[in-house]
C-alpha cells in the first residue's frame, strides 16, 4: 500500500553501514530529513563486527555507539531495517522511489527479551560470524543491533518452530502473518552507501580456502579475536579447536591482482598488522604471526602503527607472494609454499593457522543498481555525468578504512545538502 | 542412428600399437553402451604436440590443426571434432580459439591449407572426450548403461594438467577439479577426493630428458595415491596413464619403494562397468595389471 511519507526536501541514504549512517546523520544534523535504509536487519554494517580497529584499536561499540544515541536523538531520520531500493526514478530535486520491506515477522512491540529463541530449536549459519558458528532461527543479530528487535528467519516461517517463536513470546510481538511491503517516497537526493563484502576468498585456488579448515579469512579472524564471536575471544583453528599460537598473514589476498581485483584494498595491510597486536594480547610471548607481503601499505599517519609492529620480535615480514598452501595430512597445519624476495630463498612455512587478508569488493559490483551511476574497472561507483542528485559514499566508491569512509559520507552529505537546499529555493 | 555423434580425433597414442592403444579399446566399448557415435576423421594428422612446439613454429602447428578440422568440416559436417588425448585436445583448443581471434592468421592458415585444397571455415567445435560425458550425456546419462557397479574400488582421480589448464573443464576448479570424483562416484566405486596430487605434473615430455625430476613427481602422485589406500589412479590423459604407470619400476630400483599401483583411464573404469570383458576394455594393455578392476570385468553377471 503505497503512502507517501517523504517530500521533496529529503535525503534518501542507501545503507546502514558507518558511512550510511554518518551521512544520514551529517544531513539530519543540519536540519534536513533523512530516510535510511538498511538492507539487512540491523544498522552498523562491516564495522560492526569489527573486534578492534586500527590504529587506536578502539572497540566499534564506541564510534557505533555514539552515532546510534545520535540516530535515535534526531527528530528529522527515519530508519527501514530489511528493505531494499527497488526502483529510483525522476531526477534531481525530484525523484520517486520504490523500496522493498522485507517482513522481519517481529513488531515493534519486542523487547529483545529473547524468549523467543529461547524457544526455538532450529538454527541457521550466522551471517554476523561470517558462519562460523550458528544462531537460532529467532535472533537478535548482534549485541549493537539497532533496532534491537529480534527477527524471525524466513526459513522457519509455516513450520512449528516458528509458532513455538510465536507462543513463547509475552508481548504479541511474533506476527507471523507479516507481508512483503512497496514502498513508494519521494526523495530530492539520494546518497548510495552500500558499502563492500570481502572478496571470494574460494576463487583464490591456490590458496585452498574451503578446502582446508585452517585457511580463514581475515574478517573471519576479527570474529575469532572478538569476545562476542563464535569462540568468545579465543584464537583456536577451526580444524581442531586448538590455540593458533603461530599464524601466517597473506596479504593482497585477491588485491592487486588482474585474475581477482584490481585494486588495492587498502585496509589489509592495517588490518593484518593490527591482527599481530591480537596475537599478543591472546598469547603473550608465546605469539608468533608471520605476514607475507609485496609491499606494506600503512598509508599516511599509520607508518607509526607499522614502526610499532615491526619492531615487535613476535612479528616476523616475509616479502613474498605466498604461491600456494597445502595442508600437512596429519596435523591440518597450513604449509606455505613461495619465494622469499629478499635472498630469493624458496620457502615451507608450517604455521597453526593462515589468515588471507581478503580484499575489498563493492557490494554493488555485478549487480544493477537502480541508480545512475557509473562504475571504474574494479566495480566502485564513479559520479554520474548526467547531473543526477545520486551521489556514492563510502566504499560502495573506493576502497576505504572507517576513517576514510566517514570522509567520504561527510562530502556526500554536503552534496545532498546543497541539492536540497536548491529546490527549496527554487519552491519558495 | 546413434543418440550423438562426432568426428573423432584419436591422435597418435591410441594407434595401434602406440602406447595408448588400449584407451582406444575402452573409448570403443564405453562410446557403443552410450550409443555415442565416434567416426574417424578421415586421413588425419599429428596435432603438433611437443614436437610442433620444440621446433616448427606458431604457424605450421596451427595448419596441422586446422587441416584436421577442414577434413571434419568437409567430411563430418555439423559434428564437433573430439579428441581423447589431452595433448591433442589442448593443441588444437589453442589453435581453434588463436585463428578465431585472429583474422590475419586464419588467413595466413587457410593460405596454406589451399595447397592441400583444403578450407577451415570455423564451423566445427573441439572438445575432449570428458567433456561430451560430462555436457553432453551427463552423469545421469552415465549411470544408464551400468551392470556392474565398482563397489568396493577406492580410486584416487588424477586430472594431470593437460585437461585443466589453462583452458579447464567448464565450471571446474584448477587446483582442485571433481570431475573425475563424480565420475568415479557415478560408477559406483569411492572416490577419494582428500587426494591432493590431481594436479600434479606428471613430468609430461621430460620422463625421457630428465628423468630424476619427472620420477620425483610420479612418485608423489603414486605414494599420495597409496596413503589414502588408493585401489588404483585413474586419469583422462594418454601422457600421464603411460608415465605413472611405466616409471614405477624405475623409481623401485631408485628408491628402493615398492611402488605397483596400476593406472587406468576413466574409459576404462565405465567400460567395465558396462559389463565389458576384459579385453574390450584394455585392461590387457597394462605394466602393472589392474586386478580389481580384472576381478569385477570376468564376473558373470545376468543381462539388464
Redesign the interface.
Known amino acids: 500500500m503505497p503512502e507517501l511519507v517523504a517530500t521533496e526536501q529529503t535525503i534518501l541514504v542507501v545503507g546502514g553501514g558507518i558511512s550510511g549512517m554518518t551521512a544520514a546523520l551529517e544531513a539530519a544534523e543540519c536540519g534536513k530529513q533523512v530516510i535510511l535504509v538498511e538492507s539487512s536487519a540491523t544498522l552498523g554494517g562491516r564495522t560492526a563486527l569489527l573486534y578492534r580497529y586500527f590504529p587506536k584499536l578502539c572497540h566499534p561499540t564506541c564510534g557505533l555507539e555514539i552515532n546510534l544515541r545520535r540516530i535515535k536523538a534526531s527528530r528529522n531520520i527515519r530508519v527501514y531495517t530489511l528493505a531494499e531500493v527497488t526502483r529510483i526514478d525522476g531526477r534531481s530535486g525530484d525523484y520517486t522511489v520504490s523500496l522493498k520491506l522485507t517482513p522481519r515477522y517481529v513488531n515493534a512491540s519486542c523487547t529483545a527479551c529473547g524468549d523467543c529463541a529461547k524457544a526455538v530449536a532450529a538454527t541457521i549459519p550466522n551471517p554476523w560470524n561470517y558462519g562460523l558458528d550458528r544462531i537460532t532461527a529467532a535472533y537478535l543479530p548482534h549485541a549493537m543491533a539497532y533496532p534491537q528487535r529480534f527477527v524471525i528467519d524466513p526459513s522457519i516461517i509455516g513450520t512449528p518452530e516458528a509458532d513455538k517463536a510465536k507462543a513463547a513470546c509475552r508481548y504479541g510481538a511474533v506476527d507471523l502473518e507479516m507481508k512483503e511491503e512497496t514502498l513508494t517516497l519521494k526523495a530530492a537526493a539520494v546518497i548510495w552507501a552500500t558499502g563492500w563484502k570481502p572478496y571470494d576468498a574460494a576463487k583464490i585456488?591456490?590458496y585452498?580456502y574451503g578446502?582446508f579448515k585452517n585457511v580463514i579469512t581475515s574478517v573471519e579472524f576479527e570474529r575469532l579475536a572478538d569476545p562476542h564471536g563464535p569462540t568468545g575471544g579465543r584464537i583456536v583453528r577451526p580444524s581442531d579447536g586448538k590455540e593458533a599460537k603461530d599464524v601466517a598473514f597473506i596479504q593482497c589476498a585477491g588485491s592487486r591482482d588482474e585474475n581477482h581485483l584490481r585494486h588495492c584494498s587498502r585496509i589489509c595491510c592495517m588490518a593484518s598488522l593490527k591482527q599481530t597486536r591480537f596475537m599478543r594480547e591472546a598469547f603473550g610471548e608465546a605469539a608468533q604471526s608471520t605476514i607475507y607481503y609485496i609491499d606494506i601499505r600503512a598509508i599516511d599517519r599509520f607508518e607509526d602503527f607499522y614502526k610499532q609492529v615491526q619492531a615487535d620480535p613476535h612479528v616476523r615480514f616475509i616479502k613474498s607472494k605466498v604461491a600456494?598452501i597445502?595442508?600437512d595430512?596429519a596435523s591440518a597445519d597450513p604449509v606455505l609454499h613461495g619465494v622469499d624476495t629478499e635472498g630469493y630463498l624458496r620457502y615451507a612455512n608450517r604455521h597453526d593457522l593462515a589468515v588471507l587478508a581478503i580484499g575489498m569488493e563493492p557490494s554493488v559490483r555485478g549487480s544493477a543498481i537502480p541508480a545512475t551511476l557509473g562504475e571504474d574497472s574494479s566495480g566502485f561507483l564513479v559520479p554520474a555525468l548526467d547531473g543526477a542528485a545520486i551521489f556514492g559514499a563510502g566504499c560502495a566508491t573506493n576502497a576505504l578504512d572507517v576513517n576514510r569512509a566517514v570522509q567520504s559520507s561527510t562530502a556526500a552529505a554536503l552534496r545532498a545538502i546543497q541539492v536540497v537546499n536548491r529546490s527549496a529555493r527554487a519552491e519558495t | 542412428m546413434a543418440k550423438k555423434e562426432y568426428a573423432f580425433y584419436p591422435g597418435c597414442s591410441s594407434q595401434l600399437r602406440g602406447s595408448a592403444s588400449n584407451y582406444l579399446t575402452s573409448v570403443n566399448s564405453m562410446c557403443e553402451a552410450l550409443d555415442i557415435k565416434m567416426t574417424q576423421i578421415p586421413d588425419w594428422n599429428c596435432c603438433g604436440a611437443s614436437i610442433g612446439y620444440a621446433g616448427s613454429g606458431e604457424l605450421s602447428r596451427h595448419v596441422l590443426n586446422a587441416r584436421n578440422f577442414a577434413l571434419a568440416e568437409t567430411h563430418l559436417p555439423g559434428q564437433d571434432v573430439v579428441a581423447t588425448c589431452a595433448a591433442c585436445w589442448l593443441g588444437a583448443r589453442e589453435t581453434k580459439e588463436k585463428l578465431d581471434a585472429s583474422s590475419q592468421l586464419m588467413a595466413e592458415t587457410n593460405e596454406a591449407l589451399k595447397e592441400a585444397g583444403l578450407r577451415y571455415q570455423a564451423k566445427v567445435g573441439v572438445r575432449h572426450m570428458v567433456e561430451v560425458l560430462i555436457e553432453d550425456i551427463g552423469y545421469e546419462g552415465m549411470a544408464q548403461p551400468i551392470v556392474k557397479p565398482l563397489e568396493g574400488v577406492r580410486i584416487a582421480g588424477y586430472v594431470g594438467c593437460q585437461t585443466n589448464r589453462p583452458f579447464g573443464i567448464a565450471g571446474e576448479?584448477?587446483?582442485?577439479p571433481m570431475y573425475l570424483d563424480k565420475l568415479v562416484e557415478t560408477l559406483g566405486a569411492e572416490p577419494l577426493v582428500?587426494y591432493?596430487q590431481k594436479v600434479t605434473c606428471c613430468g609430461g615430455a621430460l620422463a625421457f630428458s630428465e628423468p630424476e625430476k619427472s620420477q620425483k613427481q610420479i612418485k608423489d602422485i603414486v605414494e599420495s595415491a597409496y596413503?589414502h589406500k588408493a585401489d588404483l589412479i585413474v586419469t583422462p590423459c594418454p601422457l600421464c596413464q603411460a608415465n605413472v604407470e611405466i616409471y614405477q619400476s624405475e623409481i623401485n630400483k631408485r628408491h628402493g619403494t615398492k611402488l605397483d599401483m596400476p593406472v587406468a583411464y576413466y574409459s576404462q573404469l565405465m567400460a567395465v562397468a558396462y559389463g565389458a570383458t576384459p579385453k574390450a576394455a584394455g585392461l590387457d594393455g597394462h605394466v602393472i595389471q589392474p586386478k580389481k578392476l580384472q576381478d569385477i570385468a570376468v564376473k558373470v553377471v545376468p543381462k539388464k
Open positions: 585456488q591456490p585452498g578446502r600456494r597445502e595442508e595430512r | 576448479s584448477f587446483e582442485n582428500k591432493e596413503d
